[in-house]
């Protein structure tokens, strides 16, 4: 998930969001430093689940941290790596980062896209987008005007949604893995 930048006033936000109408599609690659605090629904269907995802955008690094859990995913899309951090045992997993290539802060990615109208969400004002996902399944995605993710609804269910975002520097300290955490081969 992608997700981010210094508070718009509301005005200048909807300004951008209708210069980002004009667009092929959103931008799905966050322009700005962000921490955003999502919640999912369960892969089981009961309940809601929390994560946090902070990105920095000089060096395209992404850090998600899943609830109540010891593990924490970092993806470098410079280095087109995905490591995931396990604070219990002190290891650490590197594999290629999932998906193709990364599109860029302020370019549309490749596919099909139709604007559906606007929303706001956590406060923040989007754009809601049609499209598939990489298995074709349809849903709609509502994104601001600087690439962050706010909410996405499959068959008319919100599956997931913004709850805070917060526009500020992520400093490097939350992107390194420890280098004394073992080495181990990905889980299959």
């Known amino acids: ?8 006033c509301l005005g200048s936000t909807a ?22 605090r999502y919640e999912m ?3 089981d269907g009961a309940g809601l689940v929390h994560q946090d995802m902070h990105w920095q955008v000089a060096s395209l690094r992404q850090r ?3 609830e109540n859990s010891a593990v924490y995913m970092l993806t470098s899309w410079r280095d087109h790596t995905l490591t995931v ?16 290539a990364l599109s860029m802060p302020g370019q549309v990615p490749s596919g099909s896209f139709q604007r559906l109208g606007t929303a706001i969400v956590a406060g923040q004002f989007c754009t809601n987008w049609r499209t598939a996902d990489a298995d074709g399944r349809s849903g709609d995605a ?21 709850v805070s975002v ?9 992107f390194v893995v420890p280098e004394t955490y073992k080495l181990v081969a990905p889980a299959r």
């Open 1 to 8: 998930m992608a997700a981010l930048s210094s508070p718009f």
């Open 15 to 36: 300004v951008r969001a209708e210069e980002s109408a004009s667009a092929a599609g959103p931008y799905v690659t966050p322009s700005v430093d962000v921490f955003v």
């Open 41 to 43: 629904v369960r892969p």
């Open 64 to 66: 998600i941290d899943p």
């Open 85 to 100: 951090v396990d604070t219990l045992s002190h290891r650490r997993s590197v594999m290629p980062a999932p998906g193709g």
């Open 142 to 162: 509502c994104y601001t005007q600087d690439g962050i993710l706010m909410q996405v609804m499959q068959k008319g269910q919100v599956v997931v949604r913004a």
């Open 166 to 174: 917060d526009r500020i520097a992520q400093p490097d300290s939350l």
